[in-house]
């Protein structure tokens, strides 16, 4: 079973900046890729961005796109969602998601495992 935390949620004021991470653990991690999502209240889950284990291709909703920066660190099976010029329709928890198969990364579906999320709250 793969278990997923996350982290590095917290308050911060519009214009700051946050990391998350998602730690993976459980088995031998081989994972196609891994995503971040959010949701807030009234909403339904989005999509926030992807990464591929293998060769690192990287794909980001355009609400985040040149604001947010997925990365990840094979060696410790984490990704990271490093969040800049935070504003405060980011407001959300944020979850990471694991999927063992290429697919529509930013759908939902496809996406095996999740995590329980992290709040992230930006204040304007």
């Known amino acids: 079973q793969v278990q997923l935390v996350e982290s590095g949620g917290g308050l911060v004021q519009a214009g700051d900046s946050l990391r998350l991470s998602c730690a993976t653990s459980?088995?031998?991690?081989?994972?196609?890729?891994m995503g971040w999502f959010r949701q807030a209240p009234g909403k339904a889950r989005e999509f926030v961005a992807s990464i591929r284990w293998s060769g690192g291709s990287t794909y980001y909703a355009d609400s985040v796109k040149g604001r947010f920066t997925i990365s990840r660190d094979n060696a410790k099976n984490t990704v990271y969602l490093q969040m800049n010029s935070l504003k405060s329709e980011d407001t959300a928890v944020y979850y990471c998601?694991?999927?063992?198969?290429?697919?529509?990364?930013?759908?939902?579906?496809?996406?095996?495992?999740w995590g329980q999320g992290t709040q992230v709250t930006v204040s304007s």
């Open positions: 459980g088995r031998t991690f081989s994972g196609h890729a």
């Open positions: 998601a694991s999927r063992d198969y290429p697919g529509r990364y930013a759908s939902p579906e496809g996406y095996n495992y």
